[in-house]
């Protein structure tokens, strides 16, 4: 990663938006360091007075993170807008229930997760094009190698700004900018469970979220991908594992080892993990980033 990522990646933002003959962009604000650190980004390339930021909150989202929203949107300066979706979300799946009842298929999935980020999506399309604004895809390189997001929901948008770091790095190229633009985020962005805060499986005041791990899931994606989504190195992950030298394969300090030995009691659940991830990185991860927007590169 370029040491001058922030610097370079305003700029690029900036060269899109003239090169798209667009002033506005609009940012869905969660309360999480990823939107968090997409709103600074298009601040520091467009300008305060052109960004519009919006939390669009449904039951799921505690009033932690939808104090942490507000407190990035004080300290930016922007517009900022509530906008609750429950109420759309209920008329929807009020509406497929009436529906499904005519199917005669046998129902596998529940989809009600996915609603709450594509009303979400709605919401910002419709007035990004109402107001002649462009909105990009939060996503960072940790979630988008995995799947892990709606289609036509969260991930949407202009571009991808964030799409070439890992959630670590995200958070490092936040807190560098964070000083170069000389403001303070919440603490509490830095400590808070990532979550989607789609049901109650994420709650984060009860420390509940995404699956990945910070640290030992990142390494282990980064190990796959840097070697090219190889499935022999998704057997070299399963051979050290069983060698019992997965620590030393993907480099783990002393804290992300200790956190990996807590997670898992035994080899069986580790084999599990690295085959329920595994299958996500190329199942889901490989066809979700063909239809997904463009990752802006530096």
């Not at 129902?107 to 594509?118: D, T, V």
Request: net charge negative.
């Amino acid at each position: 990663m370029q040491e001058n990522f922030n610097e370079l990646m305003i700029k690029k933002i900036g060269d899109f938006f003239v090169q798209a003959k667009k002033s506005h962009a609009i940012i869905a604000l969660s309360g999480g360091i990823d939107s968090a650190y997409s709103a600074m980004l298009h601040v520091a390339a467009l300008g305060k007075e052109n960004v519009l930021l919006i939390n669009l909150p449904s039951r799921h989202n505690s009033q932690i993170t939808k104090n942490i929203a507000a407190q990035v949107a004080e300290t930016l300066q922007c517009q900022y807008l509530v906008i609750p979706i429950e109420a759309m979300v209920e008329n929807i799946i009020h509406g497929l229930q009436e529906t499904e009842a005519k199917i005669t298929w046998p129902k596998i999935n529940q989809s009600h997760e996915n609603i709450y980020a594509r009303c979400r999506c709605n919401v910002i399309a419709s007035l990004a094009n109402d107001y002649d604004a462009l909105f990009p895809c939060n996503a960072n390189l940790s979630e988008i190698v995995i799947g892990y997001g709606t289609l036509y929901g969260d991930i949407s948008g202009y571009a991808c700004p964030l799409g070439s770091l890992w959630k670590s790095e995200v958070y490092a190229q936040a807190r560098l900018l964070a000083q170069q633009m000389q403001i303070n985020l919440p603490a509490e962005i830095f400590t808070i469970h990532a979550s989607a805060e789609l049901g109650l499986h994420q709650d984060v005041t009860k420390n509940l979220g995404d699956p990945m791990v910070d640290g030992y899931h990142e390494k282990l994606l980064r190990f796959w991908h840097e070697h090219a989504g190889k499935a022999e190195f998704y057997q070299e992950t399963v051979t050290a594992t069983k060698e019992k030298q997965l620590e030393n394969l993907l480099e783990l300090t002393a804290a992300e080892s200790a956190l990996f030995r807590e997670m898992f009691s035994n080899e069986t659940e580790i084999l599990n993990d690295l085959a329920y991830f595994w299958q996500l990185y190329s199942g889901p991860g490989k066809f979700k980033q063909i239809q997904a927007p463009p990752v802006l590169m530096v």
